[in-house]
């Protein structure tokens, strides 16, 4: 084996030199293709989930059915005209206790004041103008069991994206 001179020993570092250096460039090329993939599937995922959260708010906020509003507004009725009643036992006992007048001025002001008045209104309706005034509307809206099962597919399917950002 010959002793290698000094050009030759330059050239053979200037090799290896440029070998590592090319290996770090492959190194540092595949590395940032690998943070470029991450990124995309991290940027992917969460717009997924983005979307789902968006999609979840308008499941929630949608609109009833005709059967849910006409519902409520009887639920609604009942608890108005039941406060109603109770106010008015109040005022007839009072008056009875006292020997007073029923409905004055001061009766209404006394059980309602300025803000509770309004609920005189509902003596002003019964369930068949509800009924009627429900008919009138189109007929749209998703069931609240549709949208409870629908809430619980997206949550479900957000856990699912969320657990795999962790994997890997």
Known sequence: MSLLNNKEMQAMRK???????????????IQSRRVDEIEK???????????????????????????EVL?????????????????????????????????TISFCEFYFGATQAWKL???????????????????IGIPAKQKEKRMKEIDSEITRLSETLTEK
Do not use: W
């Open 15 to 29: 090799t290896d030199q440029e070998l590592l250096q090319n290996l770090g460039k492959k190194a540092d090329s």
């Open 41 to 67: 599937r991290f940027t992917d995922i969460k717009t997924s989930i983005e979307r789902l959260i968006e999609e979840k708010g308008d499941v929630m906020c949608g609109p009833s059915t005709r059967e």
């Open 71 to 103: 519902a409520k507004a009887k639920r609604e009725l009942e608890d108005g005209k039941r406060f109603v009643k109770e106010a008015l036992a109040k005022h007839l006992y009072d008056c009875q206790q006292r020997s007073s007048d029923p409905f």
């Open 121 to 139: 209104f509902f003596y002003a309706l019964d369930e068949k103008d509800i009924e009627e005034a429900v008919s009138a509307l189109p007929n």
